[in-house]
């Protein structure tokens, strides 16, 4: 991180350059970029949210299903809101399906797999009627749109701060792009800093 640099190190690792000016208009180009796709994701953001949010709630409505368990398993139940036990549910039962298990004739074990493909039953009927509800909300189009935004944002902002600052103002805007919103500083890569660096040997020279 580069609060663990010493300020002597990091200071000595920016290079050297004239006080030359640098086309601005390039600067402006590509501010003109960022600020058109912030404006984009910043608009498109709080509907996606807010529709997110309803599709959730219509989703998490959905009462799961709870199967007693037999008594192989000391008659534990099993629930569709553990994801973790459908998924194991479901291995055993499409392995069992597909002749890759054989079940011995212990007390209660086909019960217990009896009991296994309900939980699987019942969570897929579950998981239908939640697509269903996606469907309806088109949420898979509207969250990779949302995707698609806060990239395109990432890469036009990471375009800008590689792109030379012509003046001290846009020198300020780089650094404070270095910053959480809480002020702690982000420990980027050297790359993603070095045209920062670079700006501030040619702006600040000696000052």
């Known amino acids: 991180m580069l609060a663990a640099i010493p300020a002597t190190a990091a200071f000595a690792a920016i290079p050297t350059a004239s006080a030359r000016v640098v086309d601005r208009s390039q600067w402006e180009a590509a501010k003109a970029v960022l600020d ?26 959905i009462p799961h ?32 399906d597909a002749g890759h298990m054989r079940l011995d004739d ?8 009896e009991m296994k493909r309900r939980l699987v ?24 749109r949302a995707e698609e935004l806060g990239e395109q944002v990432a890469d036009a902002r990471e375009h800008l701060m590689k792109t030379p600052a012509p003046d001290n ?15 702690d500083v ?12 670079a700006d501030i040997a040619r702006l600040l020279g000696d000052a």
């Open 169 to 183: 103002r846009a020198l300020r805007w780089k650094l404070e792009q270095l910053r959480e919103e809480d002020g």
């Open 186 to 197: 982000i420990p980027w890569t050297a790359d993603y800093v070095e045209q920062c660096f």
């Open 65 to 96: 299903t709870t199967v007693p368990g037999a008594d192989y398993c000391g008659k534990r139940s099993y629930t569709t809101a553990d994801s973790m036990e459908v998924r194991i549910a479901q291995r055993e039962i499409a392995d069992l």
């Open 106 to 113: 212990l007390p209660g074990l086909r019960e217990h797999y």
């Open 121 to 144: 039953t019942a969570a897929e009927d579950r998981e239908q009627k939640v697509q269903c509800i996606r469907g309806r909300y088109d949420i898979d189009r509207l969250d990779a």
């Open 36 to 61: 058109n796709i912030a404006a984009a994701d910043a608009a498109f953001t709080p509907g996606w949210w807010d529709t997110w949010q309803k599709c959730k709630a219509e989703c998490d409505a």
